[in-house]
């Protein structure tokens, strides 16, 4: 399996309130990247990182922001959470950016209420 | 936009038969097609891929076939067992890994 660790796995916030999700890299890979699932939808990118402090959004970025400070850590901010972000959350890597294939972790279950 | 469409969303096959599911995409420019297979709790785990630079690849009971001219590529699993059970996803990209789109799915069940 990649080292991809997430935290937390599993999570019920309120309306409105904050949430961070992190995701922490063994494999010195360059890029990373936060997906969401939801049913119908299979995997959407929210927000990735091809270096440390560079991001760029994704198809579904909106209510989101991340932060990159070292090459192994990515971070998932909800900054004022909402139901229809209840969601499994996915951080993935990959070694390059042509072709190169994605590696998921295990998931981050949030639910908003 | 891009987009990559994965049909069935549920497939149903008895242990032993085979299952083939099928994807098509939209931007030509894509020459890379990664499989994964999601198991319930778990992430998506790479099970099979194929570059644009071949139409055919193997790996014991999974084949995935390549048709460029058409956009068209499938999984193939043979002697289906029960531990196939699972959430399988196509996907296809281009030259940045950030651009893979996914297809919706399959939810392939596997009845003893």
């Known amino acids: 399996d990649a080292g991809i660790t997430q935290s937390p796995r599993h999570k019920v916030t309120e309306t409105g309130t904050p949430v961070t999700l992190r995701c922490h890299q063994t494999e010195n890979h360059r890029y990373m990247y936060w997906y969401r699932q939801d049913p119908g939808h299979g995997l959407r990118l929210i927000h990735y990182?091809?270096?440390?402090?560079?991001?760029d959004k994704g198809e579904v970025s909106d209510g989101y922001s991340v932060s990159r400070s070292k090459t192994e850590d990515f971070l998932l901010t909800l900054e004022s959470a909402t139901s229809s972000q209840t969601s499994v959350y996915f951080c993935?890597?990959?070694?390059?950016?042509?072709?190169?294939?994605?590696?998921f972790g295990e998931g981050s279950w949030l639910t908003v209420v | 936009g891009e987009n990559v469409e994965q049909h069935p969303s549920t497939l149903s096959v008895q242990e032993g038969d085979s299952a083939v599911i099928k994807c098509t995409y939209s931007d030509s420019a894509s020459n890379y097609f990664p499989w994964y297979k999601q198991e319930l709790g778990k992430g998506p785990q790479l099970i099979i891929d194929i570059r644009s630079n071949v139409g055919e690849k193997k790996d014991q009971r999974i084949a995935v076939t390549l048709n460029k001219t058409a956009k068209h590529f499938s999984l193939h699993i043979t002697e289906t067992q029960p531990e196939d059970s699972a959430v399988y996803f196509c996907?296809?990209?281009?030259?940045?890994?950030?651009?893979?789109?996914f297809g919706a799915g399959t939810r392939l069940f596997v009845k003893a």
């Open positions: 990182s091809y270096g440390v402090k560079d991001t």
């Open positions: 993935a890597i990959s070694e390059g950016h042509s072709g190169n294939t994605i590696y």
């Open positions: 996907a296809a990209s281009s030259t940045g890994g950030f651009k893979t789109i």
